[in-house]
Structures are given as structure tokens and as C-alpha cells.
């Protein structure tokens, strides 16, 4: 009988991040699919509250890797602790978010077991008790079902293709697993977070709206010179006023390093695309988009998808968008930003 | 100094149109060898970074390390060897997404431990931190394992060298935000997001000296042979994306601005 055990490092307050709840939701349902044993194992400076908060979740057991070593992100204590965890619990198949902190650590993780890995899966399921697991590949160009046979077998889960794991807490008995830190694992030391401020951060996992701005804001006008401190004013206000997440296309991010006019806040952490990020919104607004097949990979996940530019025949939005708006970006956003006030 | 191993494969060309075919040897793309490729967009990042670094830490030596048939690296490497001074290092086999990340690491592991001269005390594994095939983002993670390397980063986007030889990086984490780590310094694995560096232009010059290394390089590549089946696909497809569009034209951008509102907020 396989052994499921789900996986998480605790967040800087001793929470679980919703995307690690999201896991386990998915290690769940296929633990229940599979006939299986579930069981969760967590690391960070102190796992008690996390394990509270899980304690409902139908686990058989809970480990847990608690020291000061592990609040960190850092590779090697990362995959240490995850090593220790896979052993203790007996795991055959390991589960757990595709969190920066989590792809870093489990394939190594999966090497050290001489197991393998799966990572970035969209769907995980039970087919004849058998687990299935759903990935894209060629940047979501292709999706496939696949499994496998060797164990143990790791597996990251994508955020916002499962609902997060909502039960009451209660009370879990966590064994400790005891990992020694030795001074190899901490040639690495963790400096510090960049962060944007709260109020300039402009792109937004949760937001409920991905704003994608296309190279065309850049571009000259009707009256034959570009409007670029306009444009970036325009997309800014929006975003503050509709609290959006911010995309953009490689062109657009790519005009920084070729010297042209820019808009000032744009970086490749914005880029969405063959080379950029595909995130996960129920809604999607494109503004001066004219792009190809790499640019619809960043919608790939998407659910609604609306469209403003002035090319009725545009590539990106005939049947790719529910609607494209033929018109002029610029006043559309300025009369958007003049209604939301 | 460094001994910089670069490690990436090819893909085909983004603009291409990929079909999924099943054959003798499992799940590839239709007309893959006939599909122009490039190097790996974030593998190449990493090579830009490796020579930048390799041009600034005097003494220091760039592996670009490849598992792809022969044929179609020669064919890239017309392109790439123009861009960074590098030795080409080959293990021949099939480039496709569908080959398991752990077997690709193995196939890179025996090609780097084959490299002669190699002193892993300086060793820096640079890659893409995603291929634009596989797009697992686990293959380094696993070599720097076989390699014994643990001090590993993801998402890199920005590397900077202590006069001591320790490294500061810059990796990509979750919303937008950065994690600044230092490392006493080499061995380590960093896989590259874009990194800061535009793409360098075309240096013939750079071209002939890498061509010259090149050519003996893919001759006497060593075959590299995946377990193919080591992954147990039940199917593969194009995801169904097509959509009724609705065009909306002609109409006054107070109508269209009040209907976008109202369905943000719906």
C-alpha cells in the first residue's frame, strides 16, 4: 500500500502558504483515490502551529523538523529536513507545493532517495487506484497524463489547480524528527528579501485580475510621437485602483536592455510568455498586445480572458480572448481609471 | 577563478507549431528533427552570465554541456558559438521534453566527470533554471546532488563575486520579491532565470576561435542513452484553447470602459 505524505515548510508566522494547502488538498484526495495512508510532514523554526492547523486533514501521522536552521530558506537544510521527513514517514509517493523553497529542495530531494520527481503538475488523480499525475510540457503547449512505477516518486502541485485545505484545527501529535546541522549545510546564509512596498507591488498572485501591458503602450500615437509617462501613469493608476497583477510581454521588458524608452516599473519578474511566468487568475485583461503563440502561453490558465487594441484581426485575441475590444488603449484606461475613481 | 559548466539543451524555435506523436521510442514531437531549434532561452541566459563572469575572474574557463543529437546541436551551434567564448562539451542523445529530468541528469553527470582538467573545488553548474521542454526545473538540482554540490540556488537573476570568492545571488521567489543569499563560494549550482545581461551581438571572431573546439567536440561525442520508459505516459495532447471571440468595435469608450468595469467586478 502506497504511503502519502504530503510536505511543507512553515511561512515566517509558523502558517502554512495557502499554495502548501492547496498540496495538500491534492495529496489527500489522491491518498483517498489510491487507498493509501496519509501522512504530513513539516519543517521550519517550530512546526506546532502548523500541525495544529492541518490536524484535520485525516492524517494517520505528522513529523516535523523544528529548529532555527530550518526558518530559512537554504538548500541544503531544506533538502536535509525533506530527506529526513521522506525516511521517517516510509513515504512512497511525496507531495508538495511547487513554492520557490519546495522546487529548489525536492528534486535534489528525489536524487538522495533514489526516487523520482514530477514537478510543476497541474492534476493529480486516482485511476484504477493507480496515481495519475497532469503536467504541461513545451511551456504548456502540451499537456500530458503520465505515472510511474518506481518510489518513491515526488511530486510538486502548481498553485491554483486544487481548493485549499479548509478543515477546523484540532490537535496533532507531531513526531520529531531530529536532523543534525553541520557546517556544510550552512555555507549558504540567507541576507536578506527584496520586496517591493506594499502599496508598489504590482504583481499580485492572489489578485482576482491579471492587467497584461503589450509593447504597443510604448509605441507612437495617433498623433505620431509615443506617450510613455502617460502610459505608465495610466497602467499604475489602474492597478492601484483595481488592485490587478501586473503582466507584461517580452517585448515591452525587453526594450530596457535595448536602451529604448521604458516603462520604469516593468522587470522580467513581470514577463509572462515562453520565458516568463504563466500565471493563475480567474480574469485576464490584454492592452496593447499583439502577440503570437509564445505570448498566448501566458495566459495559458486563464479563465476569462478580455482584450483592448486597435487590430480587429489580432493574432493573440481571435479565439484566444472572449472579447477583444477594438480601441484605442490609452482612452479606454484613461475613462476605466476616471470611473473607478 | 572559476571552472564554469554551463549545462543546456535545444528546443524547438517558440514560433513553431508543436504536435504531440507517439513512436518506437515513446512520445516526441511531430517532425522533431525537421523543427528549427535554438538553445534553450534560459539555458542561454546562463551561458551570457558564465562568459561575463568567466571575462572578469581572470583564469576562469566556460563547459557549455549538451545532450542533443549531433546533428541539430551543430546546427545551433552555428548561432551560439558566435555569442560567448565556451568549449563544447556533447553526450549524444535525444533533446525531447518527454525524457525523465533524472535521466538527463545522469547523461549530464557522466559528460561533466569526463571533462578533463576539471577541478570541482572551483565549480560553478550554471543552467536554465526551467527548460522551455521539460520546463521541471529539477534537472540541476539532481545533478548538483550526483555531483555532491549543496549549496544550490533557482531563479537566479543576479550573481555578484567577493573579492574573497564568495557569492552574493539574487533568486526569485514568490510574489515579485527577491531572496539574497550569500555562499562562501564555489561549488555551487545556480540555475538562471534572464539574469541582467541583454543578448550578445554576433562576434564571428568568437565564432572561429569556438568553432575550432566545436567541431572535435561533436565528433567525438559519447552516445547517451535515457531510460525512455522510465516515465509511463497514458496520453498527450494540445490543450483545447480555442475561443468565440467577440469583437467589439465602433463603440464609444464610455460603453466599452463601463462593460470592462462591470465584468472586472462580476
Known amino acids: 500500500m502506497e504511503t502519502i505524505l504530503f510536505l511543507a515548510h512553515t511561512e515566517a508566522d509558523g502558517s502554512l502558504a495557502k499554495a502548501s494547502l492547496e498540496a495538500l488538498t491534492a495529496a489527500k484526495e489522491l491518498a483517498a483515490g489510491c487507498g493509501a495512508t496519509l501522512s504530513v510532514g513539516l519543517f521550519g523554526a517550530d512546526v506546532a502551529g502548523a500541525a495544529a492547523a492541518v490536524a484535520g486533514c485525516g492524517a494517520t501521522s505528522y513529523y516535523g523538523v523544528s529548529d532555527e536552521a530550518f526558518a530559512v530558506s537554504r538548500y541544503a537544510t531544506d533538502a536535509a529536513a525533506l530527506e529526513a521527513l521522506a525516511k521517517a514517514a516510509g513515504a ?49 503547449r502540451l499537456m500530458a497524463e503520465l505515472t510511474r ?17 479548509a478543515g477546523a484545527p484540532g490537535a496533532a501529535a507531531v513526531t520529531a524528527v531530529s536532523v543534525p546541522v553541520t557546517e556544510a549545510m550552512t555555507r549558504t546564509a540567507v541576507k ?24 504597443g503602450w510604448t509605441k507612437k500615437q495617433a498623433d505620431g510621437a509615443p506617450h510613455v509617462p502617460e502610459a505608465g501613469e495610466l497602467i499604475l493608476g489602474f492597478l492601484g485602483k483595481s488592485k490587478a497583477s501586473l503582466g507584461s510581454s517580452k517585448s515591452l521588458v525587453d526594450m530596457g536592455g535595448e536602451g529604448e524608452t521604458v516603462l520604469p516599473f516593468l522587470t522580467h519578474l513581470h514577463q509572462v510568455g515562453q520565458t516568463g511566468a504563466t500565471p493563475r487568475h480567474p480574469k485576464g485583461l490584454a ?36 472579447v477583444l475590444y477594438v480601441a484605442d488603449a490609452f482612452a479606454v484606461m484613461r475613462k476605466i481609471n476616471e470611473l473607478l475613481g | ?32 528533427l525537421m523543427l528549427p531549434s535554438i538553445l534553450d532561452p534560459w539555458a542561454s541566459h546562463a551561458l551570457y552570465e558564465a562568459a561575463h563572469l568567466a571575462k572578469s575572474a581572470a583564469g576562469s574557463k566556460v563547459w557549455l554541456v549538451s545532450l542533443g543529437p549531433k546533428a541539430k546541436l551543430q546546427q545551433v ?22 525524457v525523465d529530468c533524472s535521466e538527463v541528469a545522469e547523461a549530464l553527470f557522466t559528460a561533466i566527470e569526463g571533462i578533463a582538467g576539471l577541478d570541482k573545488s572551483k565549480l560553478l553548474v550554471f543552467g536554465g533554471w526551467q527548460s522551455a521542454s521539460r520546463g521541471a526545473g529539477a534537472t540541476l538540482q539532481i545533478l548538483g546532488e550526483k555531483l555532491g554540490i549543496v549549496d544550490q540556488f533557482q531563479g537566479v537573476d543576479k550573481l555578484t563575486v567577493g573579492a574573497d570568492g564568495s557569492l552574493e545571488i539574487m533568486e526569485r521567489i514568490e510574489g515579485g520579491a527577491y531572496l539574497v543569499s550569500t555562499c562562501t563560494g564555489a561549488p555551487a549550482v545556480l540555475g538562471w532565470a534572464t539574469g541582467e545581461l541583454p543578448e550578445p551581438p554576433n562576434n564571428p571572431q568568437v565564432g572561429m576561435a569556438n568553432m575550432r573546439l566545436i567541431m572535435p567536440a561533436l565528433q567525438k561525442a559519447k552516445p547517451a542513452k535515457p531510460d525512455l520508459a522510465a516515465i509511463d505516459y497514458r496520453g498527450v495532447s494540445l490543450p483545447t484553447q480555442k475561443r468565440e471571440t467577440r469583437i467589439v468595435k465602433d463603440t464609444p469608450v464610455d460603453v466599452i470602459a463601463q462593460e470592462i468595469i462591470d465584468w472586472i467586478a462580476s
Not at chain 1, 99 to 118: C, F, N, Q
Not at chain 2, 16 to 25: C, N, R, Y
Open chain 1, 92 to 140: 512512497t509517493i511525496l507531495v508538495a507545493a511547487d513554492t520557490a523553497r519546495m522546487s529548489r529542495a525536492l528534486p535534489g530531494v528525489a536524487a538522495r532517495l533514489g526516487g523520482r520527481i514530477d514537478a510543476h503538475v497541474t492534476g493529480l488523480t486516482a485511476q484504477d487506484g493507480q496515481p495519475v499525475a497532469m503536467r504541461g510540457y513545451y511551456r504548456q
Open chain 1, 149 to 165: 512505477s518506481a518510489r518513491p516518486w515526488c511530486l510538486t502541485v502548481s498553485g491554483g489547480c486544487f481548493a485549499a485545505y
Open chain 1, 192 to 215: 536578506t528579501v527584496i520586496a517591493p512596498a506594499a502599496d508598489e507591488q504590482t504583481i499580485r498572485p492572489d489578485a482576482r485580475l491579471l492587467f497584461v501591458a503589450g509593447a
Open chain 1, 287 to 322: 492592452t496593447c498586445c499583439h502577440g503570437e503563440e509564445p505570448h498566448v502561453v501566458g495566459w495559458r490558465f486563464i479563465g476569462e480572458r478580455r482584450a483592448v487594441n486597435l487590430d480587429a484581426a489580432c493574432g493573440w485575441a481571435q479565439g484566444k480572448a472572449d
Open chain 2, 1 to 32: 577563478m572559476f571552472h564554469i559548466v554551463v549545462c543546456g539543451g535545444i528546443v524547438p524555435d517558440p514560433l513553431q507549431t508543436l504536435e504531440p506523436v507517439k513512436g518506437p521510442a515513446g512520445w516526441g514531437l511531430k517532425n522533431e
Open chain 2, 77 to 98: 551551434m552555428m548561432t551560439v558559438a558566435q555569442k560567448a567564448p565556451f568549449e563544447l562539451v556533447v553526450a549524444d542523445g535525444p533533446a525531447g521534453g518527454f
